[in-house]
């Protein structure tokens, strides 16, 4: 019988020092996250690659759908934040993310899901595409090669664009969003070309490079992040639609690899409510109670704060009725880190870059990717292995 905390080591105050010494962030790394996030370029252009293989014309058979419903949870999940955003507002079709099993109940046959699961075993994924089939939906599904989710394809003759399985799923995440794009992209939903995908790919190999484990901390961007949020309560927030994607991949990546509470979510929403946390007993109050002559990077300073992490993108090509939203978006980023200097929280800025939307979001993601790992690391544990989820997976199969 499990004592429920089985495999689970490390160690509450981060190791800062671990971070420069890149023998021993190998050795703490024994499954090679950090070498799987690094190959992030490399997974757009696989799965580019491999999308160009399968036979997605015959999506296009039947014209423009009615809606898209791309099935899955977790990263896969996150696959459809992607596809959303990416086509925007004046999309012509509803782009809808569903992470249950099976569909909803109006999807048919004038409709497309697209079914994604790194394992190629998901229920969500597998019942979706099930699902789909019966209804006589077009269908195309992305996972792991030789899997369940292949032969569902297979049984309702839809494509499928296998995405090998080297690493967890939250590692995997441009692997599985580039044939969705794609699929996407064949349906007349998307703009995505070649250029946006080698552009993409190029940005991720420049900050694999600024945040490989040789480099310092001091030049390093993910171990600087890294570091500012050992200890703290992370709240992550997006100032736009794109950004937002990013932040909740930053607090996805964070409870899972470094098992560190996060809110996450858009600024907008924050706006509403959840703003107030930095007056909260783990924000002003709490830096207002704090010892002026304190050294507040000492790591034990009184007790657990708030640090904010504020993902900007600021807009990309934006037209004449969309100047006055993004303009609200921009004052609204500036209107919480003046709330959050006058209050005392620490505030960490990362702002987009790129010429597309799929670059941007991917220079919002890539370094937010590598501080969850080496917040991992700096406490000891191992961000690939994650007891509890193999303990739930276990109890909930009893």
Known sequence: MMDGTAGVSGHRHADEALLDDPALLAERDPGGMLRFTASAGAQVRESAALAAEANLSVLGDDGRPRAVV?????????????????????????????????????????????????????????????AAHRRGARL?????????????????????????????ARASLWALTVPVLLAARTLGLVKVNEADLAETAARLDADADRCRPTAESFVNPAKSLALGLSGSIPIVWGSSPLATVAARRFGDTLSANSRYPVVSGALGEAGRGRVGLLDGVFGGLAEGER???????????????LRLVLLRDGGLNADDDTDEPLAVEERRADAVQTLAERRGVRCDVVTAEGGSALERLASLVAVPDFASIYLALAHGLDPMAVPAITEMKELANQ
């Open 70 to 130: 791309i099935a899955g949870i977790g990263t896969a999940g996150r696959t459809g934040d992607v596809l959303a955003t990416v086509a925007g507002p004046r999309c012509p079709v509803p782009v809808i993310p569903h992470r249950s099993a099976g569909v909803p109940g109006w999807v048919g046959a004038a409709d497309v899901v697209i079914a994604v699961s790194a394992s190629g075993r998901s229920p969500e994924a597998l019942g979706a595409a099930e």
């Open 291 to 305: 010892d002026i002559f304190a050294d507040r990077d000492d790591g034990d300073d009184g007790g657990i704060r």
């Open 140 to 168: 195309v599904a992305v996972g792991a090669p030789d899997s369940q989710l292949q032969s569902v394809a297979e049984r309702a003759r839809a494509p499928f664009i296998p995405v090998p399985r080297r690493a967890p």
